[in-house]
C-alpha cells in the first residue's frame, strides 16, 4: 500500500509563493511517477503537473507553466510543488497522485491520491 500526504497549503497573497510537499510512505517512491492535481469550488478536476520517477523530465499545465516546478526528492520520498506568481485563479485544493505506470495528464492513470491541502489566493 502507498499512502500520500500532502502539507504546505494555507493562505498567500496574490502575486506570492508557496511550496506543496507530498510524503509517501509504503511501495518504492523512486519508481512512481508522482502527479499534482487541484479542485476549485464548482469546478472540475485539473492536472498541475506531473514529474518521473528519474526528477529528469516533467511536464505542466499550460495555466501554470512558468510559474509552478515540480521536484522531487526521493531518499525523503517526498514530491514538492513550488508556487510563484500566485493568482486568484490558483485557489483551490491540490492534491498528489502516484502511479508506477508513467501516467500523464488524466487523473484516471493514478492509482494512488492523498487527502489535499487548502490554497487560497487573497487579493
Known amino acids: 500500500q502507498v499512502q500520500l500526504v500532502e502539507s504546505g497549503g494555507g493562505l498567500v497573497q496574490a502575486g506570492g509563493s508557496l511550496r506543496l510537499s507530498c510524503a509517501a510512505s509504503?511501495?518504492?517512491?523512486?519508481?512512481?511517477?508522482m502527479g499534482w492535481f487541484r479542485r476549485a469550488p464548482g469546478e472540475v478536476r485539473e492536472f498541475v503537473g506531473y514529474i518521473r520517477w528519474s526528477g529528469g523530465t516533467t511536464s505542466y499545465a499550460d495555466s501554470v507553466k512558468g510559474r509552478f516546478t515540480i521536484s522531487r526528492d526521493n531518499a525523503k520520498k517526498t514530491v514538492y510543488l513550488q508556487m510563484s506568481s500566485l493568482k486568484l485563479e490558483d485557489t483551490a485544493v491540490y492534491y498528489c497522485?502516484?502511479?508506477?505506470?508513467?501516467?500523464?495528464?488524466?487523473?484516471?492513470?493514478?492509482?494512488?491520491w492523498g487527502q489535499g491541502t487548502q490554497v487560497t489566493v487573497s487579493s
Open positions: 509504503g511501495g518504492t517512491f523512486g519508481s512512481y511517477t
Open positions: 497522485a502516484a502511479s508506477q505506470f508513467a501516467p500523464g495528464d488524466n487523473g484516471r492513470e493514478y492509482v494512488y
